[in-house]
């Protein structure tokens, strides 16, 4: 399978705690997003990267939130201390280099803060 | 920064009619706007895009008109097919780098 990918697909954990989801994009995209979606809204904007570079990040984003692409490949996700309030379907995407604004989503990371 | 409205937030119509989402934005300065379709426990999928230098495109059933004066964009499906049913979103993608903006969505029901 050649699309986005996302690990794990779900996750239960208990507030407090920390987690970390995993997204690697189709191979030859340089841009990947992160965005969160609840139920019954729009994926949300979290945050964006070409190759390794993190451009922007949501205003939205708090401080426990953080991600990475240390390669300009794979991209990970990190929530600190999580809330039940964090509790979302987490997306992913990825875009060609240039010429197409095309995103291509992964089929999500579900977690649940209990 | 960029808002995106749509309506309606659920739409019924019976197999074979025609179906009409309907979106705002409030940045003039966008130039891109997919809608994308997302079935249930599935991932969001592109059905159509336009850019800002096109006013109407069509792909089958499928067409998407964009008035820049008004900061309108809508979506028309024709001769609806039950499959059609689906969670329907609209975006805007912003000047500033790749970021896209999302509407609320909107689900539609085919009945057949």
């Known amino acids: 399978d050649t699309g986005v990918s996302q690990d794990p697909r779900h996750k239960i954990t208990k507030r407090g705690q920390n987690v970390t989801f995993r997204c690697d994009p189709i191979s030859e995209h340089n841009r990947l997003y992160w965005y969160r979606q609840t139920l019954g809204q729009g994926p949300e904007f979290l945050t964006y990267?070409?190759?390794?570079?993190?451009?922007?990040k949501s205003r939205l984003l708090s401080d426990r939130f953080s991600a990475e692409r240390p390669k300009g490949s794979f991209s990970t996700l990190e929530i600190q201390r999580t809330e039940q309030g964090d509790s979302a379907m987490y997306l992913c995407a990825s875009s060609a280099r240039t010429g197409s604004y095309e995103q291509y989503f992964g089929p999500g990371t579900r977690l649940t803060v209990t | 920064g960029e808002n995106v409205e749509q309506h309606p937030s659920t739409l019924s119509v019976q197999e074979g009619d025609s179906a009409v989402i309907k979106c705002t934005y409030s940045d003039s300065a966008s130039n891109y706007f997919p809608w994308y379709k997302q079935e249930l426990g599935k991932r969001p999928q592109l059905i159509i895009d336009i850019r800002s230098n096109v006013g109407e495109k069509k792909d089958q059933r499928i067409a998407v008109t964009l008035n820049k004066t008004a900061k309108h964009f809508s979506l028309h499906i024709t001769e609806t097919q039950p499959e059609d049913s689906a969670v329907y979103f609209c975006?805007?993608?912003?000047?500033?780098?790749?970021?896209?903006?999302f509407g609320p969505g909107t689900s539609l029901s085919v009945i057949p």
């Open positions: 990267f070409q190759n390794e570079a993190q451009l922007e």
């Open positions: 975006a805007a993608k912003e000047t500033s780098y790749d970021k896209v903006i």
